[in-house]
C-alpha cells in the first residue's frame, strides 16, 4: 500500500481518507474491517477447544530464528548509494536449562541467565551491494549482486566440526544432482539450459560471463543500478531464514535423523518464500515430508516446524475477533475464510499461496488469553493431491492430517508465552533481542545440539 506511506503531515492522514474521492474509492472495495458483533459471535462459533494434555508434550530443544536487514545509504552525502546488510540469528533454547532461567513468581525469564548461556557467539551476516555500488568491479549492481551471493553463500557458515554452506544447503534441496537455469542471467541467453554438474560456477556458452549455482534463486532480478534495492534485500533475508532452516534440518538429518522428532525449529513468519526465490517453499515442503517421513518409519514423532506470524493481515483480523473468543480455542484457517473474513478477495486463487506457502495457517487463544497466529508444514510432498488447486486447499486444512502437531505446537506457544510482550514467545523474542543477548552463530548450534546429548538415539 504505496500511499500509506505519503502522509507525512501531522493530520495528513486522517485528511486522506476523509477526501471525498477517496471515500467513494473505498465504498467500490472490499477490505479488512472490524466484524459487528453478530458476525464476531458467529465467527467464534467455528472455533474448536484447542488441543492439549497433562503433561504438555514439549520438544527437548528449540531453534527460533530471526532476522533483520539495514539498507542504508553508506553515507549521508552520498544517499543514492546503498549497502545491503542482513543479519540471521539463532538461539537455541534447551528446555530443562530454560526451567531454570524463570523467575516462578512471574514467569518472566532472567535476562542475566540468559546472556550467560551463549555469551561468546554473533549472528549470520550478508552484506550485499545496493544501489550504486559495483562489487570486484563488475559492471553493474545486479551482476555485482549475483556474484556476492556466490561468494557469501559458498563460504563455511559453520565450523570444522559442523560445516555450513548455503550452495550445498541449496543444492540439497533443489534435490538433482544437476541443478539447471533456463537463461544466462548476463546475456540472457537461452538456446541452450545451463547446466551445474560438479562445479558451482559455469561459463556461459554464449557470453562467456560466470553463472552461480545461486542464480537459481533469481534474487538478483530484482535489483537495480540506482534504484532503491530494499524491497530485494527483504526477499533475500526471507529466502535465507528459509535456506538455513533446510540447512539445519539437512545437516542434523544426516547424523541422527531421529533426534529431529526432539527439536522445534520456530520462525518468525509465515511458512512462505515470497517473490523470485518462492519456489524454494515447493522444496521445503517436499524435505519437511521426507523428513516426517523417515521419522514416522522410526516410530517418532513428526518434527515440529513452527512459523509465528506477529503481524499481517490475519493477526489483524485474529485480534478484531479476539474479544468473542473464549479462552484456549483453535482455529485452522481455510482458504474460504481466509477469502471472505481477512483478504476480501472476490477471485480468489483456487488454492491460497498455491506458489510460496508451504505451511498452513492456525489461530490460537491461549488459556491465558493471548492470541497467536502460527504455522504447521503442510503434511504432503507437494501441492498436487487429488489434482491439486481446490482440491489442495480442501485436504491442506482437514485438521487430523496434522496428527498430534497442533497439540504439540500449542504446547510450546503455551509453555514459552510470555507475560513480557503479547503474541510472541520466549525463544523468538530472544532471536529478537540478539543486540542484548549473544546467540549462537549458525554451525554452532548443530554443534550444541548433537554435544546436548541428540546422538544418543
Ligand atoms: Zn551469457
Not at 40 to 51: D, E, M, T
Not at 319 to 327: S, Y
Not at 344 to 353: E, Q, R
Request: with cysteine; charged share 20%.
Amino acid at each position: 500500500m504505496p500511499y500509506a506511506r505519503e502522509t507525512a503531515g501531522k493530520g495528513g492522514h486522517a485528511d486522506f481518507v476523509r477526501n471525498p474521492d477517496v471515500q467513494t474509492f473505498l465504498s467500490n472495495c472490499s477490505y479488512l474491517r472490524e466484524p459487528s458483533d453478530e458476525e464476531g459471535r458467529a465467527l467464534a462459533s467455528r472455533f474448536q477447544p484447542a488441543p492439549r494434555s497433562t503433561p504438555p508434550r514439549l520438544p527437548r530443544f528449540v531453534v527460533a530464528s530471526d532476522a533483520s536487514k539495514s539498507d542504508t545509504p553508506i553515507s549521508d552525502k552520498l544517499p543514492s548509494t546503498q549497502v545491503g546488510f542482513l543479519k540471521v540469528s539463532h538461539v537455541l533454547v534447551n528446555i530443562d536449562t530454560y526451567a531454570d532461567l524463570l523467575d516462578p513468581s512471574n514467569h518472566f525469564v532472567d535476562p542475566f541467565k540468559v546472556a550467560d548461556m551463549h555469551r561468546s557467539a554473533s549472528p549470520i551476516t550478508f552484506t550485499m551491494p545496493g544501489s550504486n555500488i559495483r562489487y570486484k568491479g563488475i559492471f553493474s549492481v545486479k551482476h555485482g549482486f549475483r556474484r556476492a551471493l556466490f561468494d557469501q553463500m559458498s563460504t563455511n557458515r559453520g565450523d570444522a566440526q559442523a560445516p555450513m554452506h548455503l550452495t550445498k544447503t541449496l543444492r540439497a534441496l533443489i534435490g538433482t544432482t544437476t541443478p539447471t537455469i533456463s537463461a544466462c542471467p548476463s546475456c540472457g541467453h537461452d538456446d541452450a539450459r545451463i547446466e551445474f554438474n560438479a562445479s558451482d560456477v559455469v561459463q556461459c556458452a554464449n557470453c562467456g560471463a560466470e553463472v552461480f549455482v545461486t542464480d537459481w534463486l533469481r534474487l538478483h532480478e530484482g535489483i537495480s543500478d540506482y534504484g532503491d534495492n530494499s524491497s530485494a534485500m527483504t526477499r533475500m533475508m526471507n529466502a535465507v531464514e528459509h535456506l538455513m532452516l533446510g540447512a539445519y534440518i539437512l545437516q542434523v538429518f544426516d547424523v541422527h535423523p531421529g533426534a529431529l522428532s526432539d527439536i522445534a525449529f520456530v520462525l518468525d513468519g509465515p511458512l512462505a518464500v515470497f517473490g523470485e526465490p518462492a519456489k524454494l517453499s515447493l522444496r521445503l515442503q517436499a524435505l519437511i515430508h521426507k523428513v516426517n517421513t523417515r521419522l514416522a518409519e522410526l516410530g517418532l514423532s513428526p518434527m515440529l516446524v513452527i512459523g509465528l506470524q506477529k503481524t499481517g493481515g490475519l493477526m489483524n483480523h485474529a485480534l478484531l475477533l479476539e474479544r468473542f473468543l473464549g479462552d484456549g480455542m483453535l482455529r485452522i484457517v481455510d482458504d474460504d475464510y481466509r477469502n471472505t473474513y481477512v483478504t476480501g478477495s472476490d477471485n480468489p486463487a483456487a488454492n491460497f499461496g498455491n506458489e510460496t506457502y508451504y505451511g498452513q495457517d492456525f489461530l490460537f487463544k491461549t488459556e491465558r488469553g493471548r492470541m497467536f497466529n502460527f504455522a504447521l508444514p503442510y503434511p504432503f510432498a507437494d501441492k498436487s493431491h487429488n489434482g491439486g488447486g481446490r482440491a489442495f486447499a480442501l485436504a491442506k486444512t482437514e485438521i487430523e492430517r496434522y496428527g498430534d502437531q497442533v497439540q504439540r505446537a500449542c504446547d510450546v506457544i503455551r509453555h514459552f508465552e510470555m507475560d513480557l510482550y503479547d503474541n510472541a514467545i520466549v525463544p523468538v523474542a530472544l532471536a529478537h533481542r540478539h543486540a542484548s543477548i549473544s546467540l549462537v552463530p549458525g554451525g554452532q548450534v548443530l554443534n550444541l545440539l548433537v554435544r546436548g546429548g541428540l546422538g544418543k538415539r
